[in-house]
């Protein structure tokens, strides 16, 4: 069996031939699992969306390649919120709907991934502990980001 490893995680997958995403610096088969946990987090209808965080933990962690700055940008607005200021995932979504429109830069993305992937997050057997290994994925893939945190900080200050 062949392996292929996702260009942005680092995770090594059984290659199933999927192609690549066109969204986030993934391969095919990462991105399947995160399609797999966005099922996961869509079906707990918490009123708080906490699929959000899901989103930005992905999106940030699978941020260069195909996937556009402005991705990452929210990714990291969206993670600081969440981890720092205890934004719901609502709360994160209304921030990203009224940023002021700009060119965003391309952050460098961490030369060592977060530890944790979304491999590891979908073995969590209940929707409690589903979104206690979300944070904490989302926490290390936050803090993967330290020498962006300035940079985010000063971005979504005008929102908190």
């Not at 981890?83 to 709360?91: D, S």
């Not at 060119?103 to 991934?113: H, K, N, S, V």
């Not at 980001?145 to 200050?157: D, L, M, R, S």
């Amino acid at each position: 069996m062949s392996k292929i490893i996702c260009p942005g995680c680092r995770l090594q997958l059984v290659d199933a031939q999927l192609a690549p995403s066109d969204r986030y610096n993934a391969s095919g088969e990462c991105e399947d699992l995160f399609n797999e946990l966005s099922i996961r987090t869509f079906a707990m209808k918490h009123p708080d969306f906490r699929h959000q965080l899901a989103v930005d933990a992905y999106g940030a962690q699978h941020a260069g390649g195909v996937g556009k700055p402005i991705t990452t940008a929210y990714a990291l607005i969206g993670l600081y919120l969440a981890l720092e200021h205890g934004f719901t995932g609502r709360q994160v979504q209304h921030v990203h709907s009224i940023i002021v429109k700009q060119t965003w830069e391309q952050p460098t993305p961490p030369a060592t991934p977060a530890g944790i992937t979304v491999q590891d997050v979908l073995k969590a057997p209940g929707a409690e502990e589903l979104y206690a290994a979300m944070q904490k994925w989302a926490r290390a893939v936050w803090d993967s980001w330290a020498p962006y945190h300035n940079w985010v900080k000063e971005k979504a200050t005008p929102y908190i």
